[in-house]
């Protein structure tokens, strides 16, 4: 069974940093692309980062130059360098993965930005 496992979510004053991982497992194919969405309260899921095979990365605007996506083992696991977090980063991250023919989804990770 294919299932996403994340992981480095938390509460953090606004300017700090945070890390967040996701790891695939349970495939021997890595994802075409992994990212990352995030969910505020009465808000629509957004795009917050992605990565293809190709290492190509898109960024949403409000992250643009704080937040930084990156993969490793090969592939299926998925890192968000968060940096110069704000209270409005505050959200319900979930991690996505893409395979060919299917996609999943992770458990999601709070984030809280507060001072």
């Known amino acids: 069974q294919v299932r996403l496992v994340e992981s480095g979510g938390g509460l953090v004053q606004p300017g700090g940093s945070l890390r967040l991982s996701c790891a695939a497992s349970?495939?021997?194919?890595?994802?075409?692309?992994m990212g990352w969405y995030r969910q505020a309260p009465g808000l629509e899921r957004e795009l917050v980062a992605s990565?293809?095979?190709?290492?190509?990365?898109k960024y949403a605007e409000s992250v643009k130059g704080r937040f930084t996506i990156s993969r490793a083992n090969a592939g299926k696991t998925v890192f968000l360098q968060m940096n110069s977090l704000k209270p409005e980063d505050t959200a319900l991250y979930y991690c996505?993965?893409?395979?060919?023919?299917?996609?999943?989804w992770g458990q999601g990770t709070q984030v809280t930005v507060s001072s």
């Open positions: 996505n993965a893409v395979w060919t023919t299917f996609d999943i």
């Open positions: 349970g495939s021997k194919i890595r994802p075409n692309a």
């Open positions: 990565s293809t095979g190709c290492d190509i990365t």
